[in-house]
């Protein structure tokens, strides 16, 4: 079972900033596309960044020109650089594998998503 384990996360003041990392198991950064998701509560898990096997690289509206994902093979980790933080940006941030097809990515759909972490961004 592939794992993925999220770090990094805390409380910061708006226009703060904060980098998030996900650690995988098995090669899985390595070896495939990632995504990074945020869900709030009572909202959806929405997608907000994601990154090819080549670095190809897309970001949500809402985060374009404050975020940047980039991932290191060689540590099989993936990281979120979070600049400018609003408060709307408070949200459990998730990690996953996938893949890229039409120039979106869809998160492969086996259960292997892992705790998360918790940005909290105050006013």
């Known amino acids: 079972q592939v794992q993925l384990v999220e770090s990094g996360g805390g409380l910061v003041h708006s226009g703060g900033s904060m980098r998030l990392s996900c650690a995988a198991s098995?090669?899985?950064?390595?070896?495939?596309?990632m995504g990074w998701y945020r869900q709030a509560p009572g909202k959806e898990r929405d997608l907000v960044a994601a990154?090819?096997?080549?670095?190809?690289?897309a970001y949500a509206d809402p985060v374009k020109g404050r975020f940047t994902i980039s991932r290191d093979n060689g540590k099989n980790t993936l990281y979120l650089q979070m600049n400018s933080l609003k408060p709307e940006d408070t949200a459990v941030y998730y990690c996953?594998?996938?893949?890229?097809?039409?120039?979106?990515?869809?998160?492969?759909?086996?259960?292997?998503w892992g705790q998360g972490t918790q940005v909290t961004v105050s006013s």
């Open positions: 990154i090819s096997e080549g670095g190809y690289t």
């Open positions: 996953k594998d996938g893949r890229f097809m039409g120039g979106n990515f869809y998160a492969y759909s086996y259960d292997n």
């Open positions: 098995a090669n899985i950064v390595r070896r495939n596309a």
